[in-house]
T-cell receptor
Framework: SQELEQSPQSLIVQEGKNLTINCTSSKTLYGLYWYKQKYGEGLIFLMMLQKGGEEKSHEKITAKLDEKKQQSSLHITASQPSHAGIYLCGADYNTDKLIFGTGTRLQVFP | KAGVTQTPRYLIKTRGQQVTLSCSPISGHRSVSWYQQTPGQGLQFLFEYFSETQRNKGNFPGRFSGRQFSNSRSEMNVSTLELGDSALYLC????????????FGPGTRLTVL
């Protein structure tokens, strides 16, 4: 969706390196969801950030929502091969459905 | 709790045929949403059912339809299949629907020949 842009589209990092994925909205966000998808499989819920700006962490993944910029970032510390997959952000625009970004494909090599 | 299940996982059909996909939500969840995922268009919302009623609909032709049963299980039907309908079809369940946290099934990979 053009309302929601993810960057980069693709990322290749060496194991142990840190990385950041961004999700930028052209409209006001009421909430922002992060999901991870293994190729050809379903989406796994990672975390949800509330309108107003929020930061959450789970294991080595930290996500922030910047209300001023209408942007969310997902940061992975000390990446591992298990972090590989497609990361998707989903926006709540107060329309009773989620709009998803195009995804960021992450590859982690040893 | 068991997760969202979808059947079948893989399906091959020919143009003009119709197909029915099934989704069983997490126990206690009343909302089921359906999405189509393709490399070109990404993840696109098809429709949402809540307590047996269609509550929201995306921009897809009328060939795509769905329903929800009293036990919250949902089916999606695509009639007169086209090559462009080849995709991964995902369903997601949530407790309250709308933009509530959604939990996805593994998907059904549909190939139209």
């Amino acid at each position: 969706s053009q309302e929601l842009e993810q960057s980069p589209q693709s990322l290749i990092v060496q194991e142990g390196k840190n990385l950041t994925i961004n999700c930028t909205s052209s409209k006001t966000l009421y909430g922002l969801y992060w999901y991870k998808q293994k190729y050809g499989e379903g989406l796994i819920f990672l975390m949800m950030l509330q309108k107003g700006g929020e930061e959450k962490s789970h294991e080595k993944i930290t996500a922030k929502l910047d209300e001023k910029k209408q942007q969310s970032s997902l940061h992975i510390t000390a990446s591992q091969p298990s972090h590989a997959g497609i990361y998707l952000c989903g926006a709540d625009y107060n329309t009773d459905k989620l709009i998803f970004g195009t995804g960021t494909r992450l590859q982690v090599f040893p | 709790k068991a997760g969202v299940t979808q059947t079948p996982r893989y399906l091959i059909k020919t143009r003009g045929q119709q197909v029915t996909l099934s989704c069983s939500p997490i126990s206690g969840h009343r909302s089921v949403s359906w999405y189509q995922q393709t490399p070109g268009q990404g993840l696109q919302f098809l429709f949402e059912y809540f307590s047996e009623t269609q509550r929201n609909k995306g921009n897809f032709p009328g060939r795509f339809s769905g329903r929800q049963f009293s036990n919250s299980r949902s089916e999606m039907n695509v009639s007169t299949l086209e090559l462009g309908d080849s995709a991964l079809y995902l369903c997601a369940s949530s407790s309250e629907g709308g933009a509530d946290t959604q939990y996805f099934g593994p998907g059904t990979r549909l190939t139209v020949l």
